[in-house]
C-alpha cells in the first residue's frame, strides 16, 4: 500500500521558516498528485498545497505566497517550504493525493509556531 512518512516539524517563533519532508513509497511522486494537509486542535484536517503531475501547484489563500510545495524526483520526496510562520499555522502536517488514500495517511509531522 501506498505510504507516506513526514518528517521536519518543529517549534519555531512567528515569522520563522521550516521545511517539511514527504518521503513516498509505493507511489511515484513525479508521475503523481501530491498534496500537504494540516490538521490544527480541535479543526478539520485541511488541503493547504498540491503539486501535480505537471508540476503545476496550488495552494490555500491562508498559505498562499508563504508556503512553497516542490518535490525531488530523485528522493521520490514532496516538500514544504514553510515562510513567515503564524501561529495559526500550529498544526499536525501530512501528505497525501489529493483525493486522499484513506489507509496512506503517515504519522504526520508536529508544526509549533509560538507568538
Known amino acids: 500500500q501506498v505510504q507516506f512518512v513526514e518528517s521536519g516539524g518543529g517549534l519555531v517563533q512567528a515569522g520563522g521558516s521550516l521545511r517539511l519532508s514527504c518521503a513516498a513509497s509505493?507511489?511515484?511522486?513525479?508521475?503523481?498528485?501530491i498534496g500537504w494537509y494540516r490538521q490544527a486542535p480541535g479543526k478539520q484536517r485541511e488541503l493547504v498545497a498540491t503539486?501535480?503531475?505537471?508540476?503545476?501547484?496550488n495552494y490555500a489563500e491562508s498559505v498562499k505566497g508563504r508556503f512553497t510545495i516542490s518535490r525531488d524526483n530523485a528522493k521520490n520526496t514532496v516538500y514544504l517550504q514553510m515562510n513567515s510562520l503564524k501561529p495559526e499555522d500550529t498544526a499536525v502536517y501530512y501528505c497525501n493525493t489529493p483525493t486522499p488514500l484513506r489507509d496512506s495517511w503517515g504519522q504526520g509531522t508536529q508544526v509549533t509556531v509560538s507568538s
Open positions: 509505493r507511489i511515484v511522486v513525479s508521475i503523481a498528485d
Open positions: 503539486i501535480t503531475s505537471r508540476g503545476s501547484r
